[in-house]
Each structure stands twice: as C-alpha cells, then as structure tokens.
C-alpha cells in the first residue's frame, strides 16, 4: 500500500501569519490521465472532516483562496496565509491513487 | 453535492455484528463511489472500504475478511457490516462520497460505535 507521511505533525501558527504542511508519498500519485490523486482535508475539532483540495491544487467548493495546494509526484504542499482562529484542527492528505486509500498521520494546526 | 445521513447502533458487545447504513439525499447516486473511513479514539482516518452503484466493491485488505459494503439503489442508501467485533474496531465511523479523481467530497455526521463487554 502506500504510506503517506506528513510534517510537521503540531504546527502552532499566529493569527494572520502563513502556514504550511507538507505530504510526502511512497509512491508517485501521478495518474496516467495527468491527475494527481492527493486530497487535503481539514477536521474541525467535533466535526467530520471536509475536503479542501482535492486533485493535488483544486480548491473545493466554497474553500477560501486562503488555502492552497501544490505539488506533483510524490512531494506536495497545503499552504494557508492570513490563517484565521477557525482555521484550526487536524489537517490530513490523502491519496485516491490505488486501493486501499490511505491517509497522512495528520497535522494538528493549533493558535498560538 | 450530496448530503448523507448515517445511523446505526451505537455500542456493541465483542462479537457481535457493526451496522451502519448511510443515506443519500440530492446527487445522483449512480455518479460516486460510496465509501466507509472510521477514526479510532484520538487517532487518524482509516479507510475501511467503498462500493459503487452495481456492487462493485474494493476493501482495506486489513478488514476485509470481516467487512461488508452494500447498496440499495431503491432507497439511495448504503450499509457496512463488520462481524467479530473487538474493542479495537471502537471508534468513529463515517460514510463518505468518493468523486471522479476519489476527493470524499461529502461526509456523514460520524457515528461513535463501542466494543465493551
């Protein structure tokens, strides 16, 4: 299967400062069709999780252009700037690439 | 996008059978994968498994002796069973819609399950 690994595991941000977590894969999640199959997710504390970017670098539905992500391959990127106090929480990558899907550790963005 | 619902019981016995079964409301349901992630206590997401429409199924092969995923297109719903239950398999367990590049686009609200004795 492949392992997905995500840093930093904490990140403790100031209000209206950037932030950015990294998810590494053990296997290219480049699909044949030009895709990269890796989707960041943010899970509020009490809530499920919500998808954010999904296709390695397309912001979903009503994400604020706050968040964005990069990368290709096997190296990609969240990027947050001006992070706001709702945005903390567990973020996680995924990849879609093969079965099993498998996630990140999670990166837990806490206020300063 | 689609909204789901989930239910099922909430705290088992070891042994015994989890079932769960999720609603979809708006969407189509032919047009998405429908999938199963659970998130022990304090820990991360685990993908358990998904089925399409027709049945085609995929499972995490860590559970799949143990796993079931199944569809009624009738009432746009899908069930997971898991039999031999152990306090291991305590935690959250949500429904999940997988889209065209597999993004879970939408969530279930999570339904917390305990194995005790």
């Known amino acids: 299967e492949i392992v997905m690994t995500q840093s930093p595991l904490s990140l403790p941000v100031t209000p209206g400062e950037s932030a950015s977590i990294s998810c590494r894969s053990s296997?290219?999640?480049?699909?044949?069709?030009?895709?990269?199959?890796l989707t960041w997710y943010l899970q509020k504390p009490g809530q499920s999780p919500q998808l954010l970017i999904y296709?390695?670098?397309n912001r979903a539905s009503g994400v604020p252009d706050r968040f964005s992500g990069s990368g290709s391959g096997t190296d990609f990127a969240l990027n947050i700037t001006r992070v706001e106090a709702e945005d903390v929480g567990v973020y996680y990558c995924?990849?879609?690439?093969?079965?099993?899907?498998?996630f990140g550790q999670g990166t837990k963005v806490e206020i300063k | 996008q689609v909204q789901l619902q989930q239910w099922g019981a909430g705290l088992l016995k070891p042994s015994e059978t989890l079932s769960l079964t999720c609603a979809v409301y708006?969407?189509?349901?032919?047009?998405?994968?429908w999938t199963w992630v659970r998130q022990p206590p304090g820990k991360g997401l685990e993908w358990i498994g998904e089925?399409?429409?027709?049945?085609?199924?995929n499972y995490n092969p860590s559970l799949k002796s143990r796993v079931s995923i199944s569809v009624d297109t009738s009432k746009n719903q899908f069930s997971l069973k898991m039999n031999s239950v152990t306090a291991a398999d305590t935690g959250v367990y949500y429904c999940?819609?997988?889209?065209?590049?597999?993004?879970?686009?939408?969530w279930g609200q999570g339904t917390l399950v305990t194995v005790s004795s």
């Open positions: 708006g969407g189509s349901f032919n047009g998405y994968y």
């Open positions: 296709s390695g670098s």
């Open positions: 089925s399409n429409y027709r049945g085609s199924t």
């Open positions: 296997q290219s999640l480049l699909h044949s069709n030009g895709y990269n199959y």
């Open positions: 999940a819609s997988s889209g065209t590049t597999v993004e879970l686009d939408s």
């Open positions: 995924m990849q879609g690439l093969q079965t099993p899907l498998t």
